[in-house]
């Protein structure tokens, strides 16, 4: 049995399955980010002294970072586009150009902990340095499962764009939310986290 709405929308949301779903676990996500970041204002609110982001860590690195994941948005957003106008080769280089952004941004990432590491920073430094490896560790996970999901579409899953080219179009509009979503947490832990 076929299950309904993969391409066409449900009669009660007006959204596809997949659509709907991917707002479902944003739902939730925002949540568990918002946990985190009221937990940050509720230790530094409490603390007696907290440090300053910009004298702990690397504000040069973190603004590279914000500028490599806002034009990996825009280049989900190509992807797509491309897709939709039936330019797939194109729409495959604009999700490999993604997936460059994201590994830049991983790596970008992984020089500033390993000079924290070199300081001997660590989560169990201090709370500052607890929340600050909490929530960027948490938002990279996020990254590397972007990640996955672009690498399975551009590669082996792009078959489905000959058999099935809406239902993977919109595969790849549902995964360009989540990655939306994912640069929009960074675009609040940046200031949150570096500049106050």
């Known amino acids: 049995m076929e299950i309904p709405y993969n391409v066409a929308p449900r009669p009660d949301t007006g959204l596809y399955n997949a659509k709907l779903g991917i707002w479902l676990f944003l739902a939730s996500e925002v949540m568990l980010f918002g946990a985190l970041f009221s937990s940050l204002i509720l230790l530094r609110s409490g603390a007696p002294s907290w440090p300053r982001g910009w004298e702990e860590l690397n504000v040069p690195l973190a603004t590279i970072n914000t500028f490599v994941l806002i034009f990996s948005s825009v280049a989900v957003v190509m992807a797509w586009a491309n897709f939709r106008l039936g330019q797939f080769s194109k729409g495959r280089i604009w999700l490999g150009v993604t997936l460059l952004c994201a590994a830049g941004f991983m790596v970008i990432k992984g020089f500033e902990y390993a000079h924290k590491f070199h300081l ?14 909490v929530m960027t560790g948490l938002h990279g996970l996020h990254v590397l499962g972007g990640v996955v999901v672009f690498g399975y579409f551009a590669g082996p899953g792009s078959k489905m764009y000959f058999s099935e080219r809406q239902r993977f179009i919109n595969r790849i509009e549902v995964a360009g939310l989540y990655w939306h979503f994912v640069d929009l947490v960074w675009i609040f832990l940046f200031p949150t986290l570096y500049l106050l």
């Open 120 to 133: 001997h920073h660590y989560p169990s430094t201090s709370n500052f340095f607890a929340i600050y490896f």
